[in-house]
Each structure stands twice: as structure tokens, then as C-alpha cells.
């Protein structure tokens, strides 16, 4: 772990004066480039972000958010909001679920491991279902590590194979899901001729059918159990491929394909889960599985009728919940994110408050506090979720629920109670998904006013404001070539970018209880998400553990 004489207690900073209200903003997909019609920032009214530009270098500048700063396997990695979270509150760099099961793999760790062992077990006899987003996106699973795990497990015994398959369309381009397919259905079909029963059962998009988060929409796993487990979808096809191209012909996207199911020539389909199964659910991010691992590991369940609840060995990619242990068995080890800065603050007095709406609640929570569920002491800590709108797509509603995100934000520091008050707004992220340029830009100025809210509130108190983001998205809504120049489709219509983006991330701090003399140091021109963590400490009046990725901040005069 690299620290001795262990203590949560946290020296007091030399310079800088305890008691100060931090406002702590994360926008959620705010990343910095250049202005430009596709900009959705730059063409948006968002006179508050614009006037914190004007501080740079002392009080604006730019930290890295992709790529190995927060702890993703190469620089071709777009950040995401669980890697963003989980640095800005670590404080250090923890190498994550993408690359773990990367190593796992390549060195065949994966199959000595108790969650191999465990569903191994049904290989003999039973079914191996393999549940998971397909694509290369890299944020919540990646293509080639379903094809290598494919091939282990059927060199390891696996006999009959079904895959349920969710389709992206948001990490990576919309109607890319058809290629990832057929990508799909040849590994297949390489394990058919090697005798293997190996076949696509199902699937459906993801935003429609399993992965849910945050407990938004039980309706979505519900369709995704609905389809995997019993067998049953509004859509019956031969063929996966034929599947995904009839559905998006006939107008369906590939984040919200309807569930659909492969049927034999009997019209049975081919792969329902039944008792003695053995089920992967082959994501390595946690936010988008964990309702569905309940499903499949609870026996107590209730969040809705699973009609038949098979007995099954059921393992994660990864253990999704440290604190709920959830699932029981995995295939590889999490990310050991420990001693966060969430937790050492509360060891020291620290009372936080931390709010945003359902969408994006465990991103400043259970993300921030190294994905750990729950408080580490409730007396010390309060942690608020507004609902968000359920069964829509955020573009028609691209104001979200930031204003209301400002005014608890709000209300909390104007009570005194706390001393950090932490919020993620996630308009820019959610409608930028969408790849709704307009809608976004709608989306990036309600964001602007939730933040002027929060900051008058801070002038009143005399506090401090730090205004940063996890990783870009809505600043740039198209996919370009290597020169900058958007792409144009065969139609000569340019290529929407659902997806986050490489770019860096502004941070900017403030306020009238900013301590004289700090600014922005010069010498961290490297600095990412996990220098935030120290800067914020340093903010509250305490040195940093000395392990943590240095501040950013230094105090000049004294
Ligand atoms: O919606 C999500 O799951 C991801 C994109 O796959 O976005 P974010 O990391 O911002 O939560
Ligand atoms: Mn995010
Ligand atoms: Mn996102």
C-alpha cells in the first residue's frame, strides 16, 4: 500500500484555513476542445463555465480524464464515469476492471480462479450463458475479451454455449451493433465446427433491456430476465443478425432495441436458463450489472416477478458490489480501492453532503467512495437522490433535473450543516448520449444555471467552489478523421458521436473563502482526475495522505 504509521487522521495544512464550504461540481461529459458547430458547449449560452475560463492558469485549467491517468489499459480509452468517480475521490490511480481482466486473461489467471472453478462445475451437463454488452466500447465490457473468454471456456469443458448479447450504439457509433454480430457469430460458429453447441440465444439494446442503473427502472432488467432466463420476447427470430437488422430497418436504435429471442425451426427458443445452468454476466463495470446480478443471485427478490427462478452457479465478470459482496463469485479480483478521500474526510469531521439525480446518484457516491454502497458514517454524512424521469430518452427533457440538483445543493450550504457539498449534473453526459446536437445544447445551458446557483449560494457563505467534470462528451458530437474533420457517412450525413470523448477536462476553483495566495500550480502539467482529491483535501485545510497523486494547488506569498 505504500504508507507506514497508518492513521486516518490528516495533517493540518500549513497555510490553509479549515471551515469553508466546498462546493464540489462534477459535470457529467463536460470536456474541453475547440469551439466548433459540433461543440455543444461552445455553441450553448453558458455565460458561468465561460467566466471560470477567464481564471486560467491561476484558477481555470485542464486535467486529464481518459485513458492510463484514470487507470484504463491505453490512451485510446475514453473516460468514463465510473473511472472519472472513482479517481476524483481515490485520489490515486487504480488500474480498473478493463485492464484486470485483461491481465487475467492473458496470463489464463481467469480459469484457476474460484469463480472459473465454481462454474465449471455445470460445464459437464448444463448450459454456459454468457450475458453482456457487446461491443469494443471498453467503458462496461470489451468484444475481444467475450472472444477469448469463449474460447477458454470451451478449451476448460464447456459444451453448450448461448450468448445474450445487448447492443451499444453509445460507447461506440449507432448501427455498429450489426458488425459486432457478425463479429460474434463467427467465433461461434469457429466453436461449432470444434463440436461446441455454441449460439447466440438472445438479445436486446442496452439502455432497453438490462442494464439499468441506480435502481431507475426495474421495467429494463425485468425485459432482459424476461428474454435471457424464461425465453420470452416480443420478437422471435432465426437469426441474430437478421434480428438486429430488421429491428433497426424498422426504426429502432441500437441503444434501445427491443428484447428479442432466437428460436430453433420448432419456434422453441434456444436458450432459456434453466436448473443446473451455469451464467457469466461478462461486464466488468458495475453500475449497469448490479441490478441484474440480484436478480440472478437473490433468493429473497422482489423488484419484480421473475416467474422462475432457476438454480443456477452464477459468477460476475467482476464482484460488482464490495459492500453487498455482490455476486458471490466472480471471475476476477475488483479493483481494491481503498482509503478513499470520502472516507478519510469523514474520519476528520468533514460532514458531506452529496446529491444528484437517480441516473447519475451512485456516480457521487457509491463511484466517488471507490464503489462502496452506503455511508462510512451516516452522523457525518447525507446523501440525497432525486428521481429521474424514467421510460424516456433525455433529449426530450434535456434539462433533467438540474435545477433541482442546484437548489439542494443550495439549501445545503446555505444551512451551514455541511462542509462539503458534492453534486454530478448530468445533463451534458445523458443528452449527449443521445447524439441530439440541439437537444444538447438545451442540455449544456441548463447545466451552466445549476452551477450558477450553487456558486451565488457559495459567495453568501463566504465559501469555496471547485467546478470540474469526469470526462468529455458533449463538446464534441461527431466522429472525426485523424485531422479534426468530421466524418460523413455514405449518405454524405455527418457521424453522430453518442460516445464520450478523449478529451481533457477543466477544473476551475474559487470563491470568497479561497485562501490568499492559492492558485494553480505549474508543475503538474500531467495533472488528472486523481490530483483532484489532494486539491480538495488541501481546501478543507489538511495535507493529503502521502500516497495520494499530488494537488494541484499551492499558496503563493506566504
Ligand atoms: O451510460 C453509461 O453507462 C456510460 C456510457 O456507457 O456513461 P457514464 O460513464 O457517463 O455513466
Ligand atoms: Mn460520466
Ligand atoms: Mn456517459
Not at 17 to 28: E, S
Not at 38 to 63: E, F, Q
Not at 434 to 444: F, R
Request: glycine share 10%; net charge negative; hydrophobic share 40%.
Amino acid at each position: 500500500m505504500g504508507i507506514t504509521d497508518f492513521s486516518w487522521k490528516l495533517a493540518d495544512h500549513p497555510n490553509i484555513p479549515k471551515g469553508k464550504t466546498i462546493a464540489l461540481i462534477v459535470l457529467d461529459g463536460w470536456g474541453e476542445a475547440s469551439p466548433d458547430p459540433y461543440n455543444c458547449i461552445h455553441v450553448a449560452d453558458t455565460p458561468t463555465m465561460d467566466s471560470l475560463k477567464k481564471g486560467n492558469p491561476d484558477y481555470w485549467r485542464l486535467v486529464r480524464a481518459h485513458g492510463t491517468a484514470v487507470g484504463l489499459p491505453t490512451e485510446d480509452d475514453m473516460g468514463n464515469s465510473e473511472v472519472g468517480h472513482n479517481a476524483l475521490g481515490a485520489g490515486r490511480i487504480f488500474a480498473q476492471g478493463a485492464k484486470l481482466v485483461d491481465a487475467a486473461l492473458a496470463s489464463g489467471k481467469i480459469y484457476d480462479g474460484e469463480g472459473f472453478n465454481y462454474i465449471k462445475e455445470c460445464f459437464e451437463t448444463n448450459t454456459l450463458h454468457l450475458i453482456g454488452l457487446l461491443s469494443d466500447g471498453g467503458v462496461h465490457s470489451r468484444l475481444d475479451q467475450l472472444q477469448l473468454l469463449l474460447k477458454g471456456a470451451s478449451e476448460k469443458g464447456a459444451k453448450r454455449i448461448r450468448v445474450h448479447f445487448l447492443t451499444d450504439g453509445r460507447d461506440v457509433l449507432d448501427g455498429s451493433s450489426v458488425a459486432f454480430v457478425e463479429a460474434l457469430e463467427q467465433d461461434l460458429e469457429q466453436l461449432r465446427k470444434k463440436g461446441v453447441d455454441a449460439r447466440i440465444a438472445s438479445g436486446g439494446g442496452r439502455m432497453y433491456v438490462t442494464m439499468d442503473r441506480y435502481e431507475n427502472d426495474w421495467g429494463v432488467v425485468k425485459r432482459g430476465w424476461d428474454a435471457q432466463v424464461l425465453g420470452e420476447a416480443p420478437y422471435k427470430f432465426k437469426s441474430a443478425v437478421e434480428a438486429v437488422k430488421k429491428l433497426r430497418a424498422d426504426g429502432h436504435n441500437d441503444q434501445y432495441l427491443p428484447p428479442f429471442v432466437i428460436v430453433d425451426e420448432n419456434e422453441k427458443p434456444v436458450g432459456p436458463v434453466v436448473d443446473g445452468d451455469a451464467v457469466v454476466t461478462v461486464n466488468f463495470r458495475a453500475d449497469r450489472m448490479t441490478m441484474v446480478a440480484k436478480a440472478l443471485e437473490y433468493e429473497n427478490f422482489d423488484s419484480f416477478d421473475r416467474v422462475r427462478f432457476p438454480k443456477i452457479r452464477y459468477a460476475g465478470m467482476l464482484q460488482y458490489d464490495g459492500e453487498l459482496k455482490l455476486p458471490s463469485h466472480y471471475l476476477v479480483s475488483p479493483p481494491e480501492i481503498d482509503r478513499t478521500s470520502g472516507e478519510y474526510l469523514v474520519h476528520n469531521g468533514i460532514r458531506t453532503f452529496a446529491c444528484s439525480e437517480t441516473v447519475k446518484f451512485g456516480h457521487v457516491t457509491f463511484f466517488w467512495n471507490g464503489n462502496r454502497s452506503g455511508y462510512f458514517n451516516s452522523e457525518f454524512e447525507e446523501y440525497v437522490e432525486i428521481p429521474s424521469d424514467s421510460g424516456i430518452t433525455f433529449n426530450v427533457q434535456p434539462k433533467m433535473k438540474a435545477l433541482e440538483i442546484g437548489e439542494k445543493a443550495r439549501d445545503a450550504i446555505l444551512s451551514g450543516k455541511f462542509d462539503q457539498v458534492r453534486v454530478n449534473i448530468p445533463n451534458g453526459d445523458m443528452v449527449g448520449h443521445t447524439g441530439d446536437i440541439e437537444a444538447t445544447v438545451v442540455a449544456c445551458k441548463a447545466a451552466d444555471e445549476a452551477v450558477k446557483m450553487i456558486l451565488d449560494a457559495i459567495e453568501q457563505v463566504g465559501g469555496i467552489y471547485v467546478v470540474t467534470a469526469d470526462h468529455g462528451n458533449a463538446e464534441d458530437m461527431v466522429k472525426r478523421n485523424k485531422t479534426g474533420q468530421p466524418l460523413l457517412d455514405k449518405n454524405g450525413q455527418i457521424q453522430i458521436l453518442t460516445s464520450h470523448t478523449l478529451q481533457p477536462v477543466p477544473i476551475a476553483i474559487g470563491g470568497p473563502g479561497l485562501a490568499p495566495g492559492v492558485r494553480f500550480r505549474k508543475d503538474v502539467p500531467d495533472g488528472g482526475l486523481a490530483n483532484v482529491a489532494a486539491t480538495v483535501m488541501n481546501l478543507h485545510g489538511f495535507e493529503a495522505p502521502s500516497d495520494y497523486e499530488p494537488t494541484l494547488i499551492e499558496v503563493v506569498g506566504n
